[in-house]
């Protein structure tokens, strides 16, 4: 059994911020504790516009606090999200997520599982590692 706070994955290896400042993502679960997926507390910060292309992983992505939209870039089509609202990347969607008017608190999974200490590359896409 895996028990993990919040405060054990703030301030050390597992918080990863992006190095433009965009987000910070806590990640609770990772491909070492060998559950097949990911499990992160990221934050998407206010104002923020992140384009993000997950070529070599899948995504799903709940809020439970603040504000944004997320931007399908194959379609044009804006949604709104705020807390209650579910998106999953089911065909490696290339999107543009926007921070609103405060942070918004996304608890995400990613499979395959992340690492840990990914960020985006040119693409907005993490790295696959064997």
């Not at 997320?70 to 209650?84: F, K, M, N, S």
Request: hydrophobic residues 35%; glycine residues 10%; aromatic residues 6%.
């Amino acid at each position: 059994m895996i028990i993990r706070t919040i405060a054990e994955c703030t301030g050390n290896e597992r918080e990863i911020k992006a190095p433009n400042g965009n987000w910070v993502s806590r990640r609770l679960l990772l491909r070492d504790d060998g559950m097949g997926f990911s499990f992160h507390e990221t934050i998407i910060h206010a104002g923020s516009e992140t384009p993000i292309w997950y070529k070599n992983h899948l995504e799903a992505v709940y809020c439970v606090a603040g504000n944004g939209s997320i931007e399908d870039l194959a379609t044009g089509e804006v949604h709104q999200i705020e807390p209650g609202v579910l998106y999953a990347l089911d065909k490696h969607d290339r999107h543009i997520l926007r921070g609103g008017t405060v942070d918004m608190k996304m608890i995400c999974v990613f499979t395959p599982p992340l690492r840990g200490d990914e960020v985006h590359d040119a693409d907005g896409a993490y790295q696959l590692h064997e």
